[in-house]
Nanobody, 125 residues
C-alpha cells in the first residue's frame, strides 16, 4: 500500500522560513520525479516544483526562495521555503510521479500517481 505523508507546515510571519518534508512508503522516490503542489482557498491547485535526477524546476513565483531536495536513504523529499510571503499561504501537497523525469509537462497533475493529504502553510503579514 502506497502512502505519501507531508509534514512541516505551520504558521509563520512574512519573511520567515519553513521546511516541508514528504515521506513515502510503498513507493521508492529514488529514480522517479517528485513534485510539490499547493492550493490556496478558492484557487486551483498550482504546481510549485519538481525534482528528478536531471534537475529541478520551480514555478516563477517561488524561484530563488524555495529549494527542493531529497534524501533517498530515508525515502523523503523536502521543500525548503525561505522568504515566505502571505501569497504562499496554501495547502501544500507532495506527489510522486510515475515518470522518471520532470519534463516540460512537470506542472500537469496527471503525471503524478501518488499524492499526500497535504500540510497547511499559513504566512501572516
Amino acid at each position: 500500500q502506497v502512502q505519501v505523508v507531508e509534514s512541516g507546515g505551520g504558521l509563520v510571519q512574512a519573511g520567515g522560513a519553513l521546511r516541508l518534508a514528504c515521506t513515502a512508503s510503498g513507493v521508492t522516490i529514488d529514480g522517479r520525479a517528485m513534485g510539490w503542489f499547493r492550493q490556496a482557498p478558492g484557487k486551483e491547485r498550482e504546481a510549485v516544483s519538481c525534482t528528478s535526477r536531471s534537475g529541478s524546476v520551480f514555478v516563477d513565483s517561488v524561484t530563488g526562495r524555495f529549494t527542493i531536495s531529497r534524501e533517498n536513504a530515508k525515502n523523503t523529499l523536502y521543500l525548503q521555503m525561505n522568504g515566505l510571503k502571505p501569497e504562499d499561504t496554501a495547502m501544500y501537497y507532495c506527489a510522486a510521479s510515475q515518470y522518471v523525469e520532470c519534463s516540460a509537462s512537470w506542472s500537469y497533475s496527471g503525471r503524478y500517481g501518488y499524492w499526500g493529504q497535504g500540510t497547511q502553510v499559513t504566512v501572516s503579514s
